[in-house]
């Protein structure tokens, strides 16, 4: 059994110093996210300066996480801390302790900060939880020590103790290179900001109709051919006429680029996810490999979005390019799952298909769907004969699969109820809440989005534990992601933009418990998020401006409500009118606190920033 000796010293603590303060002592606020499931602030500050190390205890086991917090402290150029690796600590002096204690509750990934006149301790069972605490650590410094150059050579930090674990344990963001191809240099960049959240997988999509970017050195032609197409529609797509814009696109990463994420990915305690897709999105393959196809072709790279109707025939050379593919994917990332997709599979082609007519009646397969659970059963085989566990799309359920497969449900929550309740484990990626390529405010101020409306608010709101399960079905939904799919994003900087603050938001909904989430503390701690995003370069989205019209009728006289105006911008300039022709304008009047109106008003109401309208404005008939 553990011994939870730290909660017992900070219970003690506690009484000793809330005993010992005055009356109107109030906790620090802080700006952390997510946010920690406990934390207390009390008098006083550590003084970070030229003069403090990081003292790592535990010989080697720390080192790497001590090198990353003086590369993230090396950030402000006036200060050079130093990493010192001691085997007793108990005599350091105003210094940064980090030290595993396997004697206390944390869990894998739990961990706890002390920050104290004398020194700041960062304590955890595992080193990945000593990596989350130095995350935490980091957002207590204000964004200006990030600045380049900084302006100090002093930093002050408010004592607290910060006691904290994860709600799920897996906790993931996915990224689309297939539509759009992005450097190494960014793969990493966003890495980082999945470490700055405390999520630990990333999931790399690597394949698809449009561009296959992962080399495989079997099959050269895959990086050849699948990697570029000869053009790329422009614009929105798909309703005719169609504009492309004429010019070769792709790229692809090499195995040894791949290494170097994977290290740099575990460096921060991130797993990476690799998606190869089948037997749908498949296109660019075919396009090297016709062969692999149920028709001659020829086919090409797709220049447009959409689903297609050619996808690999389920015949014995397409399975021996896949295990080939496979193997060189396993020996590149050593993580137990391998993504196979498994999503929007158009089955004309095998209808029409005398060779999979065939096989469907050699192994008593009613109908294409469930040829497709045949498909992805064999595959599934495969991997877990190589110790492997495969992960796929909601729609690998129909027709069954091995209770070691993992669901990713998007099509709604309905994939991962069903999954849970047939005893598999289930990611929750609902489209409603989880997918960044969305609209994130109004689409007329936005740049060009695949459609959707999904903003900041809606994403925090989210609990992926489904009200319909059964408490024994519940702990097979480990976690949720965001899933950010590329067609309308053609830059870095439009990633950055759709996926910030959205990411922030589903960092928090993933580690804290739902009840302990609080919205307007996060739109006050965001708001300092966006702060330090303009330090470090980050393009960012300050969230939907549209104004929320609540109305509460009076309880004596029906007629009268009480009307509220919020909005998720944080401290926002709201200017309202009421039963006017025209809309409001910045000399309208500013909300300051609820109002009355009465039944048959119609209230308007829009956010302006420097006097300039954000978006249309609400309109509400009472």
């Known amino acids: 059994m553990k011994h939870n000796v730290f909660y017992y010293s900070l219970a003690v603590s506690l009484i000793l110093i809330l005993s010992g303060c005055k009356k109107d002592f109030k906790s620090e606020e802080i700006n952390i996210i997510p946010r920690p499931s406990g934390y207390?602030?009390?008098?006083?500050?550590?003084?970070?300066?030229?003069?403090?190390?990081?003292?790592?205890?535990?010989?080697?086991?720390?080192?790497?996480?001590?090198?990353?917090?003086?590369?993230?402290?090396?950030?402000?150029?006036?200060?050079?801390?130093?990493?010192?690796?001691?085997?007793?600590?108990?005599?350091?002096?105003?210094?940064?302790?980090?030290?595993?204690?396997?004697?206390?509750?944390?869990?894998?990934?739990?961990?706890?900060v002390k920050v104290t006149n004398k020194n700041v301790s960062i304590m955890a069972n595992t080193p990945a939880g000593i990596f989350y605490g130095i995350q935490s650590f980091l957002q207590l410094l204000p964004p200006g020590f990030f600045r380049s150059g900084g302006n100090a050579d002093e930093w002050e930090i408010h004592n607290i103790r910060i006691f904290d674990k994860p709600r799920f344990r897996y906790r993931g963001m996915h990224l689309d290179v297939g539509r759009h191809f992005f450097p190494v240099s960014f793969i990493k960049r966003y890495i980082d900001l999945l470490a700055m959240y405390k999520f630990n997988t990333f999931h790399w999509h690597l394949t698809e109709d449009q561009g296959w970017r992962?080399?495989?050195?079997?099959?050269?032609?895959?990086?050849?051919?699948?990697?570029?197409?000869?053009?790329?529609?422009?614009?929105?797509?798909?309703?005719?006429?169609?504009?492309?814009?004429?010019?070769?696109?792709?790229?692809?990463?090499?195995?040894?680029?791949?290494?170097?994420?994977?290290?740099?990915a575990a460096s921060r305690h991130i797993t990476i996810i690799p998606e190869i897709?089948?037997?749908?999105?498949?296109?660019?393959?075919?396009?090297?490999?016709?062969?692999?196809?149920?028709?001659?072709?020829?086919?090409?790279?797709?220049?447009?979005?959409?689903?297609?109707?050619?996808?690999?025939?389920?015949?014995?050379?397409?399975?021996?390019?896949?295990?080939?593919?496979?193997?060189?994917?396993?020996?590149l990332f050593p993580g137990k799952y391998i993504h196979i997709g498994g999503d929007e599979v158009p089955k004309e082609r095998w209808k029409e298909s005398r060779l999979c007519q065939k096989i469907m009646k050699e192994n008593g397969l009613k109908n294409e769907e469930e040829l497709q659970s045949w498909f992805i059963r064999r595959i599934e085989k495969f991997l877990n004969a190589h110790g492997r566990q495969l992960i796929g799309w909601d729609e690998i359920l129909e027709g069954g699969l091995s209770p070691g497969a993992t669901v990713m449900s998007w099509r709604g929550i309905e994939g991962g109820i069903a999954a849970a309740q047939q005893n598999h484990d289930a990611i929750m990626t609902p489209g409603g809440w989880c997918y960044f390529d969305h609209y994130q405010a109004d689409p007329e101020f936005q740049p060009l989005a695949i459609g959707g409306f999904t903003t900041l608010k809606k994403v925090y709101s989210y609990n992926p534990v489904p009200e319909d399960l059964k408490p024994s079905d519940k702990k097979h939904i480990i976690g949720a992601q965001g899933n950010?799919?590329?067609?309308?994003?053609?830059?870095?900087?439009?990633?950055?933009?759709?996926?910030?603050?959205?990411?922030?938001?589903?960092s928090e909904v993933v580690w804290l418990k739902d009840d302990k989430k609080n919205w307007h503390d996060f739109q006050r701690r965001i708001n300092t998020h966006f702060d330090l995003y303009k330090i470090k370069g980050y393009n960012y989205c300050p969230?939907?401006?549209?104004?929320?019209?609540?109305?509460?009728?009076?309880?004596?006289?029906?007629?009268?409500?009480?009307?509220?105006l919020e909005s998720e911008i944080y401290k926002a300039d709201i200017r309202y009118i009421i039963n006017s022709a025209k809309n409001p304008d910045s000399t309208s009047t500013q909300y300051t606190a609820p109002f009355t109106a009465k039944k048959g008003d119609t209230v308007k109401a829009a956010v302006f920033v420097n006097g300039r309208l954000m978006e249309k404005p609400a309109v509400k008939i009472l």
């Open 40 to 112: 207390f602030s009390f008098p006083g500050h550590f003084t970070l300066n030229n003069k403090t190390r990081i003292i790592y205890a535990n010989g080697d086991t720390l080192s790497r996480e001590a090198g990353y917090l003086a590369g993230q402290l090396s950030a402000n150029k006036k200060l050079n801390i130093k990493t010192v690796s001691l085997k007793n600590t108990s005599y350091v002096g105003k210094d940064i302790i980090l030290r595993i204690n396997p004697d206390t509750d944390y869990g894998k990934e739990g961990y706890a």
């Open 277 to 331: 897709e089948m037997p749908g999105h498949s296109l660019a393959a075919l396009a090297s490999y016709p062969e692999l196809a149920c028709t001659p072709g020829p086919f090409k790279v797709a220049t447009r979005w959409g689903v297609f109707k050619d996808v690999y025939c389920p015949k014995e050379k397409t399975f021996r390019f896949l295990e080939d593919v496979l193997t060189e994917v396993m020996e």
């Open 214 to 264: 992962i080399e495989i050195k079997k099959y050269p032609k895959l990086t050849q051919i699948g990697a570029w197409r000869d053009s790329t529609v422009v614009g929105r797509c798909c309703k005719p006429p169609l504009h492309y814009d004429g010019k070769r696109y792709g790229g692809f990463y090499t195995q040894d680029e791949i290494r170097d994420v994977v290290a740099y």
């Open 543 to 564: 969230g939907s401006y549209k104004v929320d019209i609540n109305a509460v009728a009076d309880s004596a006289d029906r007629n009268k409500f009480e009307i509220t």
């Open 484 to 506: 950010v799919w590329t067609e309308y994003m053609t830059d870095e900087k439009k990633v950055e933009y759709m996926v910030l603050p959205r990411m922030a938001a589903l």
